[in-house]
Each structure stands twice: as structure tokens, then as C-alpha cells.
């Protein structure tokens, strides 16, 4: 079993900053990546960053210049630095890790509770 851990969303004014973070625990073999992920309401779950073991980075357009996501395979936490917030950046964050468990090879992929990030004035 795997377990995400969210933390660090609220409520912030527009052009103001929030970091997220998401620590990982359970049994499992590896974590091949981790990422965040975000679903607004009546809307589908979108990509915002991935990072992968071996610190490959992939961002959505939305977020390119204003999001940095980072990570940790110690302690099996990631981050997601977001400034410049945006009215439109208002969505449940969830942080995502795609998992290697000690059954066997095939990557599963599991998902946090989602953290409310809510940009408004």
C-alpha cells in the first residue's frame, strides 16, 4: 500500500505564492515519478508538473515561467513552488506517484486526497 500526503494549499490573493508538498510513504519498490495534477469543478483533471527519479521535468503551458516542481527520493516527498497565482490556477491539486510494489514490476499509480488551492481576491 501507498500512501500521498498533501499539504500546503489554502487560500491566497492573485499574484501570490503557495507551495505544495506531497510525501509518500507505505511499502513499495521504487517511485519511477511523482507529479501534480488538477481538477477544477465541472472540469476534467489536468496536468500541471511531472518529475521523474532521475529529475526529468515536464510542465504544462499553464504553468511554464511560474511553476517549479522539485523533489526528494530520500525522503520521498515533492514539491510544487507556484507564484504568480492567477484566478484561474483555482482547482483541487492532487499529487500523483506512479509505483513499482514489492509484488512485482508493473507500475501502478496512485493519487493523494487533493489539497484546495483557491486564487481570488
Known amino acids: 500500500q501507498v500512501q500521498l500526503v498533501e499539504s500546503g494549499g489554502g487560500l491566497v490573493q492573485p499574484g501570490g505564492s503557495l507551495r505544495l508538498s506531497c510525501a509518500a510513504s507505505?511499502?513499495?519498490?521504487?517511485?519511477?515519478?511523482m507529479g501534480w495534477y488538477r481538477q477544477a469543478p465541472g472540469k476534467e483533471r489536468e496536468l500541471v508538473a511531472t518529475?521523474?527519479?532521475?529529475?526529468?521535468?515536464n510542465y504544462a503551458d499553464s504553468g511554464k515561467g511560474r511553476f517549479a516542481i522539485s523533489r526528494d527520493n530520500v525522503k520521498k516527498t515533492v514539491w510544487l513552488q507556484m507564484n504568480s497565482l492567477k484566478p484561474e490556477d483555482t482547482a483541487v491539486y492532487y499529487c500523483?506517484?506512479?509505483?513499482?510494489?514489492?509484488?512485482?514490476?508493473?507500475?501502478?499509480?496512485?493519487w493523494g486526497q487533493g489539497t484546495q488551492v483557491t486564487v481570488s481576491s
Open positions: 507505505g511499502s513499495f519498490f521504487s517511485i519511477n515519478a
Open positions: 500523483n506517484a506512479k509505483v513499482v510494489r514489492d509484488s512485482g514490476p508493473r507500475v501502478y499509480s496512485y
Open positions: 518529475i521523474s527519479s532521475g529529475d526529468s521535468i
